[in-house]
């Protein structure tokens, strides 16, 4: 088959033919139809996941076709149109059993753990656990675009955040991960502040219904220009882009018992950044962290999207053929463009 690999972290990918998947116990080989290419592979491309080991296929966002199933795999054939949450869980350990396989304790992870979907095949396992059949309805485009940012945002909105109706729930970072827990946030009725550098990121998160925007600047007092707009702060605040100076702003951007929800990943060197923790006392602010979805949890977010009150295919702006996308990997460092690139032409 034919797949992006790097060999060292930081080098540029390259397109080459390497052998097909196999299905082991439990597991089942997909044809990639479509893969989403994230900022938190570029995260793995510069190697801030531990988890990764070289030479590297990756991709976590993908959908496609089950091409062939091994032993045990009773749940899925041949044929199945399906899709997959980029953390799957075993099924077995104490964190599954409850029913919280996003943070599984052998967790398997396509494109970190293990090779991934910058491919035109790959192989999932604990396929029973993990696989999500694609009603009729959503494309493989649509369905790559929910891979990571959209679901670990609809969790962080719905189940974390727990965001209501008329709260108000502040946004930084209008990549794909902060416009997915926009647009969730306005289905639920919430009010939204965006919040970026990009004046051009800010106006398409208008465009997808954001209530009030904050461009930073260097002499911006970002908490204070939300607590203007909100009136005590919001109810909620995201942080989708993984900078110390975000969660900061994020936390102090907060009413009392406000909830602040991590999704943006830290580059290695920013893993241990402090936090106002006076402020989170004196407030009784909730510190929350979000990572991925479970794959049970898919139906709530799919119904959302059959009812047309959520619709991620807004948040595809370019699609790209298997030999572009090690390109696209690499402009990623610097969030170059609005909205999501998705790898759609395999051959």
Same mark, same amino acid.
């Given at each position: 088959?034919?797949?992006?690999?790097?060999?060292?972290?930081?080098?540029?990918?390259?397109?080459?033919?390497?052998?097909?998947?196999?299905?082991?116990?439990?597991?089942?080989?997909? #044809?990639?139809?479509?893969?989403?290419?994230?900022?938190?592979? +570029?995260?793995?491309?510069?190697?801030?996941?531990?988890?990764?080991?070289?030479?590297?296929?990756?991709?976590?966002?993908?959908?496609?076709?089950? /091409?062939?199933?091994?032993?045990?795999?009773?749940? +899925?054939?041949?044929?199945?149109?399906?899709?997959?949450?980029?953390?799957?869980?075993?099924?077995?350990?104490?964190?599954?059993?409850?029913?919280?396989?996003?943070?599984?304790?052998?967790?398997?992870?396509?494109?970190?753990?293990? +090779?991934?979907?910058?491919?035109?095949?790959? #192989?999932?396992?604990?396929?029973?656990?993990?696989?999500?059949?694609?009603?009729?309805?959503?494309?493989?485009?649509?369905?790559?675009?929910?891979?990571?940012?959209?679901?670990?945002?609809?969790?962080?909105?719905?189940?974390?955040?727990?965001? *209501?109706?008329?709260? +108000?729930?502040?946004?930084?970072?209008?990549?794909?991960?902060?416009? *997915?827990?926009?647009?969730?946030?306005?289905?639920?009725?919430?009010?939204?502040?965006?919040?970026?550098?990009?004046?051009?990121?800010?106006?398409?998160?208008? *465009?997808?219904?954001?209530?009030? /925007?904050?461009?930073?600047?260097?002499?911006?007092?970002?908490?204070?220009?939300?607590?203007?707009?909100?009136?005590?702060?919001?109810?909620?605040?995201?942080?989708?882009?993984?900078?110390? *100076?975000?969660?900061?702003?994020?936390?102090?951007?907060?009413?009392?018992?406000?909830?602040?929800?991590?999704?943006?990943?830290?580059?290695?060197?920013?893993?241990?950044?402090?936090?106002?923790?006076?402020?989170?006392?004196?407030?009784?602010?909730?510190?929350?962290?979000?990572?991925?979805?479970?794959?049970?949890?898919?139906?709530?977010?799919?119904?959302?999207?059959?009812?047309?009150?959520?619709?991620?295919?807004?948040?595809?702006?370019?699609?790209?053929?298997?030999?572009?996308?090690?390109?696209?990997?690499?402009?990623?460092?610097?969030?170059?463009?609005?909205?999501?690139?998705?790898?759609?032409?395999?051959?």
């Amino acid at each position: 088959m034919q797949a992006v690999i790097y060999e060292q972290f930081g080098a540029e990918p390259t397109i080459r033919t390497v052998p097909d998947p196999e299905p082991s116990e439990g597991s089942v080989v997909l #044809e990639v139809r479509a893969c989403g290419i994230c900022r938190s592979d +570029w995260h793995g491309w510069m190697g801030n996941d531990p988890d990764i080991t070289l030479p590297h296929v990756p991709g976590h966002e993908l959908s496609g076709v089950v /091409a062939e199933t091994g032993p045990g795999v009773r749940k +899925w054939k041949t044929g199945d149109r399906v899709t997959v949450p980029f953390v799957g869980g075993c099924g077995a350990c104490p964190q599954c059993r409850s029913g919280n396989q996003q943070v599984c304790d052998f967790q398997f992870q396509p494109g970190f753990t293990h +090779w991934g979907g910058f491919a035109e095949f790959v #192989e999932i396992r604990y396929a029973d656990e993990n696989l999500v059949a694609l009603p009729e309805g959503i494309g493989f485009v649509t369905a790559a675009s929910l891979g990571c940012r959209f679901m670990t945002s609809f969790r962080a909105v719905v189940h974390q955040g727990r965001t *209501s109706a008329g709260e +108000w729930v502040a946004v930084f970072g209008c990549g794909g991960v902060g416009l *997915s827990s926009m647009m969730i946030a306005k289905a639920l009725g919430a009010r939204v502040v965006a919040v970026d550098i990009g004046p051009e990121k800010l106006e398409f998160a208008r *465009s997808l219904g954001a209530d009030a /925007a904050v461009l930073i600047r260097p002499d911006t007092d970002v908490p204070a220009v939300i607590r203007e707009i909100t009136g005590v702060g919001a109810a909620v605040s995201i942080d989708a882009i993984g900078m110390p *100076s975000a969660v900061r702003d994020s936390v102090m951007s907060l009413a009392k018992r406000g909830r602040h929800v991590q999704i943006g990943l830290m580059e290695a060197g920013d893993s241990e950044s402090p936090v106002p923790m006076n402020r989170i006392v004196a407030y009784e602010l909730e510190m929350l962290g979000s990572h991925g979805m479970q794959a049970h949890r898919y139906p709530e977010m799919f119904s959302m999207i059959e009812e047309g009150r959520l619709e991620p295919g807004r948040l595809v702006n370019n699609t790209v053929a298997l030999e572009e996308a090690g390109a696209v990997l690499i402009q990623m460092g610097e969030f170059p463009s609005t909205g999501i690139s998705v790898i759609d032409r395999f051959r």
